[in-house]
């Protein structure tokens, strides 16, 4: 009896010496490290619609549906086109809110393309090709690559360049960065080439600010040019867009703002386009910020790493024509932690005619952004649809 309790009580010493400890994705239970699903309890009312769904599972996410069309899957890769493993999005396995896949936002996608201070981007001859060398418009300072955004973003090393002159010449031997298709890495005839821009030199730089690099404006956008928005979207109305996302510790956001998601409507007298847009605005502490049909507002709390959070704003339209009586709704919080009181209220305001929605929207940025963010459970429909993780 005597030795059972000594034995008993260094058991207990060196389990407290060495706790437990599980790895991302899972708890501990019972001394075990069990993996934390999370539960879904959807209620959908019995005239409810859901316009758009899609936890990313499968990858024909982006193809046209009836009412909607999520990403321009049908651009070529230079005009647009952004999915794959190294593009701006890809389904990933990284990590997910529930099931195994999130849609991942990659902010050093196309080969740190987006860090870039402005690009000029020409179109490359055949006696170009053969001689290796362009000219540009003279007395500007170009960065020592090229990229070739026809072959995959694949990026080139800079041999020469003549600033009095604006000739430039490429090493074509080979790419110091592979192309992030399929196509071959090789510059031809009719590729576009783009030319970066020295950051803090004349002429470089987006927005009149030398410094200040490429927004890389590669919004999601869903239910544009398909269907009818306004019998989506009718007087009266309601429409509820919802979606979860995950900021890993690691990831350099935009220092200026990162803006999550836009919609766009049109109103007033003048029909004018006027586009709401929930951000994180990174220069105040990362806190939430609202661009609201009824006017800005900032929440009180900020963003956390590597932590699920839910998001979901409300809209119900005006009854009529010019009226003023819709409103405005906006929940947001740590996914499962009683989410049902909106954090942004605005009554007695018009919407307007839809336009469109979006995942992500331009990176307003002079810093080296890095890492990825992660979507999940990205939902569009005709009610208010609350967090659905328990």
């Not at 490290?33 to 499968?58: L, Q, R, Y």
């Not at 086109?81 to 849609?103: C, E, F, N, V």
């Not at 090789?186 to 783009?194: E, F, N, P, V, Y």
């Amino acid at each position: 009896m005597k030795w059972t309790l000594i034995f008993s009580f260094i058991l207990f010493l060196t389990s407290c010496e060495n706790p437990i400890v599980c790895q991302e994705g899972y708890e501990l239970e019972n001394n075990l490290c069990v993996k934390n699903e999370s539960v879904a309890i959807e209620h959908t009312p019995s005239d409810g619609v859901v316009h758009f769904s899609s936890s990313f599972e499968d990858e024909d996410f982006f193809g046209p549906s009836p009412s909607f069309k999520f990403l321009k899957a049908e651009r070529p890769m230079d005009n647009g086109m952004m999915y794959g493993p190294k593009d701006i999005y890809y389904i990933s396995q990284d990590r997910a809110l529930r099931g195994d896949k999130s849609l991942r936002l990659n902010f050093g996608g196309r080969n740190n393309f987006c860090n870039t201070c402005g690009t000029k981007t020409i179109e490359i001859s055949q006696s170009e090709v053969d001689s290796g060398c362009i000219e540009l418009p003279s007395n500007l300072t170009y960065g020592g690559v090229v990229y070739n955004k026809s072959k995959g973003f694949s990026t080139w090393q800079v041999k020469s360049y003549v600033r009095k002159t604006g000739k430039i010449c490429i090493d074509k031997s080979r790419p110091i960065k592979k192309s992030i298709s399929r196509s071959s890495d090789q510059i031809k005839a009719g590729d576009k080439l783009s030319f970066p821009k020295m950051c803090g030199t004349d002429g470089a730089g987006i927005g009149g600010s030398s410094d200040r690099k490429s927004d890389c404006d590669k919004a999601v956008n869903y239910f544009r040019g398909t269907g009818d928005r306004n019998k989506v979207f009718p007087y009266g109305g309601k429409l509820s867009r919802r979606f979860y996302m995950y900021i890993p510790s690691q990831t350099v956001l935009p220092e200026t703002t990162f803006k999550l998601v836009y919609s766009h409507f049109r109103k007033g007298s003048d029909n004018k386009r006027y586009s709401n847009v929930l951000t994180i605005s990174v220069q105040r502490n990362e806190r939430v910020h609202i661009k609201a049909p009824g006017g800005r507002a900032f929440t009180s709390e900020s963003v956390e790493r590597d932590k699920w959070y839910y998001f979901e704003e409300v809209f119900e339209r005006e009854s009529s024509k010019g009226e003023a009586d819709g409103s405005y709704r906006m929940y947001w919080g740590k996914a499962g932690k009683n989410n049902d009181i909106a954090q942004v209220e605005q009554d007695n305001i018009e919407i307007g005619e839809f336009i469109d929605l979006s995942i992500n929207g331009n990176w307003q940025h002079s810093n080296e952004v890095s890492g990825y963010v992660y979507f999940d459970d990205v939902s569009v429909t005709n009610f208010y649809q609350g967090d659905n993780v328990r």
